[in-house]
């Protein structure tokens, strides 16, 4: 019965609603992008001056912040977009559109996969944004790179993202699948997003917290994707304000790890929480 | 009246924690025909649909549909289904031909098939030149039409209606009958909802009339107004006490109600030749009668018989009959 390939019809009309509406759809794409450059570019000034008296770690390469940042940037734009993935499902459910779904023979399964693959591609295509135009405006992504290795290190990155983003979509499926109606969305969203945001190491080095706030930050999917995304476009050996940074293949390998057994939690919660969902 | 059930349900309930919406309901419904269950807001249609069409779990009670059992294959039920259900259930951000579609591909029917039965139900529902126009910009008409094409796409054997004329101007609601009608005599086993007497008198080969959660009666329309006997006869008279006991000797008058200004007595011979001998009766046992009315039962009357309520203003515990059978005071 091609019973398999059912998740794309939802994938389908996901991606046919996201593309359809112009100003929704360049708006989410610019944001993030001009984030990172009117933030970005501030800040790198601030800690230019902050740290000029310092002296460089010795033997060691130096990165700008912008282009530290820049991975943070990317990171948090992707949780951002994941947790508000499975938010369509509410909707869906509230002006009833989620009836046809749920009378059909589509396997419960297939509409949170579809839902997952869509809020997947588009943390892609906004991924793909920013780090063209931070390149653009000087990150310092893949520097020494063959184009071999630029290929290797996107598709690295695009790995991270995928799985982070996969995860973070299915948590908020299952947020979705449970809530009765809107209201209070926003404070839930809020709630968990902000300690994930400020418990890692996104915009300032993990380095510098207290040893509680560094093992919470380790348990952190975030601080895991980028680990990654830091690894990929950066690389393993880097300072940036003075703070050093070195992430070994076996480091690398346990945050995607952390990531996969993360995705795979998340996935069995939704399957969960959507199969006890009553929709009418 | 030969075609086998397609739908049989037995002794079916279903509560909403401590609101028992349906207590206890069985029906069948005959391949071919259309079926409708008439009832007043809450009676419990809803529920009975969704418990149908799998959107509710089944609590209590046997479901057979187009052979399958709901407990134990309710997949199969589903590929045998259409469904339009109540509220619009359209996204308003996609076209006629894309709702069609996304249809078509949720039930996996092949793309070419896909294709062609969009364009096929896209004349029939007579949408063609709305096919890519988004449906937030569709009347409440067009919308319902479409729903019905969708609930047609896959060819199902049954389709389901929940009230499917609500909201709809009178000649949008005729329009609507015609095309449930056209799906029918293609072939379609119709099941529907209504609180509408005419919309049920009119299209359906037999109705269930439901109240409360449980069927009160069940017939074709004429057998269910025939069950009332051939003619309702309103009398208002100077003792109506004493007249009601007057004419419950009389042979040919069936069951009498009391209403606040008159009697209303359901008569088993034609009421025209009845009418004068009841007036004699009365004026020789010394009542006189001040006013009278004759109609044949119509659906409404059907209906307060079995719940002792009027559809239109539910809870109201009045009769149609109360002024007169003709709903009009006369004199
Ligand atoms: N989700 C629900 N939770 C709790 N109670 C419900 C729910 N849905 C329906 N009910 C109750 O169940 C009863 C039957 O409702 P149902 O919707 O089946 O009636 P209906 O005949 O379809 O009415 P209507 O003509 O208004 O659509 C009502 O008392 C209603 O309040
Ligand atoms: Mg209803």
Sequence with gaps: MRQWTGFLTIYWRDMLRFFRFKTLLVSSLVQPALWLAFFGIAMSANFARLSSGMAPLPGIREVGYLTFMAAGVIALTTLFTSLFGGIVILFDKNWGLMREVMASPLPRGHVIVGIGLSGMTKSFIQVSIITAFGILIGVEFFSGNTPVQVLVSLLGMFLFVGIFSLGFVFLSSAIAASLESPEGLQGIMTLLSLPLFFVSNALYPAAVFPPALSALSAANPLTHLINGVRYFTIGPDFQVIGVHYALSVQDVALSLGVLAVFTAAMFGIALWRFGKAVVT | ?331
């Excluded at chain 2, 589903?78 to 006629?96: A, P, Y």
């Excluded at chain 2, 209606?161 to 293609?186: H, K, S």
């Excluded at chain 2, 329309?221 to 006490?241: C, F, M, P, Q, V």
């Excluded at chain 2, 079995?306 to 149609?320: A, F, I, S, W």
């Design chain 2, 1 to 331: 009246m030969g075609s086998p059930p397609i739908i049989e349900v037995s002794s079916l309930f279903h509560s909403y924690g401590e609101t028992e919406a349906v207590r206890g309901v069985s029906f069948f419904v005959r391949e071919g025909e259309i079926f409708s269950l008439l009832g007043p807001n809450g009676a419990g249609k809803s529920t009975v649909i969704n418990v149908l069409i799998t959107l509710l779990p089944l609590q209590k009670g046997n479901v057979t549909i187009a052979g399958y059992d709901l407990a134990r294959d309710p997949a199969h039920v589903r590929r045998s289904i259409g469904i339009v259900f109540q509220e619009v259930t359209l996204d308003r951000d996609m076209t006629c031909r894309e709702i069609l579609e996304f249809h078509g591909r949720l039930y996996q029917m092949p793309a070419a098939e896909r294709k062609a039965r969009i364009e096929e139900l896209l004349a029939l529902v007579e949408l063609r030149g709305k096919a890519d126009t988004l449906t937030r910009h569709l009347s409440g008409g067009m919308k319902r039409r479409l729903e019905i094409a969708r609930g047609l796409m896959t060819r199902p054997r049954i389709l389901f209606l929940d009230e499917p004329t609500i909201g709809l101007d009178p000649q949008t609601r005729r329009r609507m009958w015609d095309y449930i009608r056209a799906v029918n005599r293609e072939g379609t086993t119709i099941f529907l909802t209504t609180h509408y007497m005419d919309e049920a008198d009119s299209l359906s080969d037999r109705i269930s009339i439901m109240d409360h959660g449980t069927i009160v009666t069940t017939g074709t329309g004429w057998e269910l107004k025939n069950r009332l006997g051939e003619d309702l006869i309103y009398l208002e008279t100077s003792d109506n006490a004493r007249a009601r006991d007057v004419l419950g000797g009389v042979p040919d008058v069936g069951e009498l109600r009391e209403k606040s200004h008159g009697i209303v007595a359901m008569v088993k011979k034609d009421g025209t030749f009845l009418l004068p001998v009841l007036i004699e009766r009365l004026i020789s046992e010394g009542i006189r009668v001040h006013a009278v009315n004759l109609k044949k039962p119509s659906l409404d009357d059907v209906f307060v018989h079995y719940t002792g309520r009027e559809l239109r203003d539910e809870g109201q515990g009045r009769g149609p009959l109360q002024g007169g059978p003709a709903g009009v005071r006369p004199g």
